[in-house]
């Protein structure tokens, strides 16, 4: 079974500039998940989708972020335009239920300059 | 709301040796799971042992095992017989049982075993 994939691994920017980051969820879940971790600090909700609706989006930083999740099945995670602070790990993660078999993917580090 | 705190930013263990990272949380709900999350370098995170907040007897998975204290609000892992695939950065979690979709994450702690 393929795990949750998410590309770009790495992605440098200007400021200024919009970045948009792609997860694959295993096939068949629901839930898709975004985090994101910024250096040194704990890794933090953004939101969660089921299916292709905003569950809860109550972790997004501002309007500078959108997300999407085109029926169903992937997710992106747009940055317009991308602001120093956006620098981190980003996160996705999938599941069938809300409390087990979370898979996460390996993350996708955002560095703007 | 939920906070989770690591505050062992970094640590290191001989190999085979024991070590335990803490971990405190601060919530006010009575029902909840608990979570240790291993990223080696470069790799997706993943999940290595989980506990429901209403079982007293605290989880094992082989070499790993928590202490969960739940009045003093504590969760710590030992990890036994460390190995050098070990080498991860570690992240305690916690997720409300019945509400929850989203978990809080501490910060971490680095994790180096040497040989």
């Known amino acids: 079974e393929a795990g949750v994939t998410q590309f770009p691994s790495h992605s440098v920017i200007e400021k200024g500039q919009t970045v948009t980051l792609r997860c694959d969820p295993i096939s068949g879940h629901d839930n898709l998940y975004w985090y994101r971790r910024v250096m040194g600090k704990e890794i933090k909700f953004l939101l969660h989708?089921?299916?292709?609706?905003?569950?809860?989006e109550s972790g997004m930083p501002n309007n500078r972020f959108l997300a999407e999740r085109t029926g169903g099945t992937y997710s992106t995670l747009k940055v317009q335009p991308a602001e120093l602070e956006d620098s981190g790990v980003y996160f996705c993660a999938s599941s069938q239920g809300t409390y087990y078999g979370y898979t996460f993917g390996s993350g996708t580090r955002l560095t703007v300059v | 709301a939920q906070t989770v705190t690591q505050s062992q930013p970094e640590m290191s263990v001989q190999e085979a040796e024991t070590v335990t990272l803490s971990c405190t949380y601060d919530t006010s709900e009575n029902n909840y799971y608990l979570f240790w999350y291993k990223q080696p370098p470069s790799r997706q995170m993943i999940l290595v042992i989980r506990q429901e907040a209403y079982k007293q007897q605290n989880a094992t998975e082989n070499r790993f095992s928590v202490n969960f204290q739940k009045a003093a609000k504590s969760f710590s892992l030992k990890i036994s017989d460390s190995q050098l695939g070990d080498t991860a950065m570690y992240f305690c979690?916690?997720?409300?049982?019945?509400?929850?979709?989203?978990?809080?994450f501490g910060t971490g702690t680095s994790l180096t075993v040497i040989p």
């Open positions: 979690a916690f997720m409300k049982l019945y509400t929850g979709n989203q978990f809080y």
């Open positions: 989708f089921v299916k292709e609706s905003k569950q809860d």
